[in-house]
């Protein structure tokens, strides 16, 4: 993966996630993203996107979860499955709870004395979107307890597969989603069910104790199965791939195994850095389900860097219980190396309910040359001759029209400006109303009332949406510019803390500092930053009093890379890639070593220590 990418794809992962947690409607399927998201995380492990679990909210009515709803670690297969279970070293005894994995939209129910207090979404981990309005139609979401307790309960909201709902033919998830978020009729709510399982606040000593209390106090929780064995979990996850999954009321997406002995979690999680995920349980997710098809025609959206995305449309299929006819394929080598021609049957496999991908083209031979017949020499949008550049075909034109289009897009998602919707920001340009971000700020209430289906309500949320988005820290400004690999947490390693240091940075010793150089001084962004400063209402972000130690690894330590920064992180210190004279410790595997970084060091009289003192000084054993 070329590393100017990165941040684009991390850009392209989080947004499909907001589809995924806001609208039910992510744009590749639950395997692909899960393959980027690794690919991602080998090559830069420590990017900001994997500071963060589900997605952010952009609503108003804000919840912050007391503890944080992470999301589970992933298996994929069975090997990987007995690779946790050994890594946990746990005795040959421990009882294991089996529940599935529902595919909804996860929640949480806040209890004090038996009153419901409040209904949140998980959003990103930290703070949720208030939803509390959705309990007097769910008839499983209980507004009184039988008991006077002050419990979180924690489950997922779906519709079932048997659903008398009307969903057009859509995925059941999106539809669960539609629903929580609808204006009006509410009422349709009632379709929705909630199935819980986990409860905060409690003094159970099992997991499974914890959830068959929540059945006794009215809710519907989820199936459990006790189990102690490797053998045993591959049993019943072959019963679930044959039976469950289609036998259960829900649609799931795998399972859940959680070690049952309380006691045992905190112990379990003091080994490892807990961020994204705790480290007791484990998600232990099927194969895609898959099906044929023919494909018509392949589309090309053009993206806002001006590659040429192909999407392939086929014939409609049914999988997952949701009519399917087109699937991305990413870029203009895929279309190559699946020889694709019209007419082809190709393998469309989908990972639940989410969009499909093209896992193989059936049709192909192996005598059948790469051809390029279906790949354009020309832009579909503004004409300009393509270019190959990469894996893509590029369009080199940058007032393409759909390049603008996409930029104003990543814009708006960034900003989260979730009232406003990619038809609304395609009308303003047919309209020539809109050519440029900055032109979002010059709209009025005249200028909407002309594009049809604005009414005064979809008028006032529009300018709305755009007037809290004038405000912004310096650092939130230029993560939003798109600028490769510069987001938040980048700019707070580069020194950039407000307009001034972005505008005079000069340092181009990292990849990410000649990125935001080189994105400024072209002529065209230089005047769309001027232009949007005039527009916008931009801070200075205050610059932390005290700087931290500077530490540098070389050698292997006692955790990956990642991980090992993360724990240097909360102790304290701040991490560097090279030895500088900021550089206040060296830590090694053997000091006594000859690498690069440990002759810098002490050239420069740099104190070099190893992990394993390092760590045992600090109290943390690995």
């Known amino acids: 993966m070329d590393e100017k990418n990165i941040d684009a794809i991390a850009a392209w992962l989080q947004h499909a996630k907001r589809q995924y947690y806001t609208q039910g409607n992510s744009p590749v399927s639950d395997h692909e993203f899960d393959q980027v998201e690794e690919e991602l995380r080998s090559i830069a492990p420590e990017h900001p996107y994997f500071q963060s679990v589900g997605t952010p909210v952009a609503q108003t009515e804000k919840i912050t979860h007391k503890t944080p709803m992470l999301s589970a670690d992933k298996c994929k297969n069975l090997d990987e499955l007995r690779k946790w279970l050994t890594r946990l070293a746990l005795p040959a005894q421990t009882e294991f709870v089996i529940e599935p994995k529902i595919d909804g939209l996860s929640a949480a129910c806040v209890y004090e004395r038996g009153n419901l207090l409040y209904v949140a979404t998980r959003g990103d981990g930290k703070i949720g979107q208030d939803v509390s309005h959705i309990a007097q139609y769910i008839d499983s979401i209980p507004q009184k307890l039988s008991q006077a307790l002050s419990i979180e309960v924690r489950g997922e909201l779906y519709l079932p597969q048997n659903t008398e709902f009307d969903t057009k033919g859509k995925p059941l998830r999106n539809n669960c989603v539609g629903l929580i978020n609808r204006k009006d009729q509410q009422e349709d709510l009632a379709y929705v069910h909630f199935s819980v399982y986990q409860v905060l606040g409690d003094d159970h000593a099992r997991e499974s104790a914890a959830i068959h209390s929540l059945g006794d106090l009215g809710f519907d929780i989820v199936p459990l199965r006790i189990v102690q064995t490797f053998e045993e979990i591959e049993d019943y996850y072959r019963h679930y791939l044959e039976e469950l999954r289609y036998f259960w009321p829900y649609e799931t997406d795998g399972l859940i195994i959680i070690v049952n002995d309380r006691s045992l979690h905190p112990q379990i999680d003091a080994r490892w850095v807990v961020d994204h995920h705790h480290h007791y349980l484990v998600a232990f997710k099927p194969p895609a389900d898959s099906k044929e098809s023919i494909l018509n025609k392949i589309e090309w959206q053009v993206s806002r860097q001006g590659n040429l995305i192909p999407v392939a449309i086929f014939a409609p299929i049914q999988l997952g219980g949701a009519t399917l006819e087109r699937a991305s394929l990413h870029n203009a080598e895929t279309v190559q190396k699946l020889c694709l021609a019209i007419g082809d049957t190709l393998l469309i496999e989908r990972a639940n309910d989410v969009i499909p991908y093209v896992k193989t083209n059936l049709s192909h031979h192996e005598n059948r040359r ?214 206040t410790l060296l830590l090694c595997e053997k000091p006594e070593g000859n690498s690069s970084k440990l002759v810098k060091a002490r050239k420069m009289n740099i104190p070099i220590q190893s992990y394993q003192e390092f760590f045992k000084e600090k109290g943390q054993l690995f």
């Open 370 to 583: 790469l051809t390029n017949s279906l790949i354009p020499v020309q832009c579909p949008s503004c004409g300009a001759d393509l270019h190959h550049r990469g894996v893509h075909v590029h369009c080199p034109n940058k007032n393409c029209p759909d390049r603008q289009v996409e930029k104003v897009l990543y814009w708006v998602n960034c900003c989260q400006m979730e009232n406003i919707a990619e038809a609304t920001i395609r009308q303003l340009f047919e309209k020539k109303l809109l050519r440029s971000v900055v032109d979002l700020y010059h709209i009025t209430g005249e200028d909407l009332a002309k594009l049809e289906g604005f009414a005064e309500k979809k008028i006032e949320n529009f300018l709305r949406e755009i007037e809290k988005s004038r405000f912004m820290t310096a650092q939130e400004f230029v993560a939003r510019l798109g600028i490769p690999l510069v987001q938040e947490k980048a700019l707070q390693r580069l020194g950039v803390y407000a307009m001034r240091d972005f505008w005079h940075f000069q340092n181009d010793q990292y990849v990410i500092g000649r990125n935001l150089i080189a994105w400024r001084d072209d002529a065209d962004n230089y005047a769309l930053v001027q232009e949007l400063c005039k527009v916008l209402h931009i801070e200075d972000v205050q610059q932390e009093k005290a700087s931290l130690p500077q530490v540098c690894c070389t050698g292997s330590g006692p955790l990956p890379r990642n991980e090992l920064g993360k724990v240097l992180a909360s102790l304290g210190y701040a991490i560097s890639d090279s030895v500088t004279k900021e550089t």
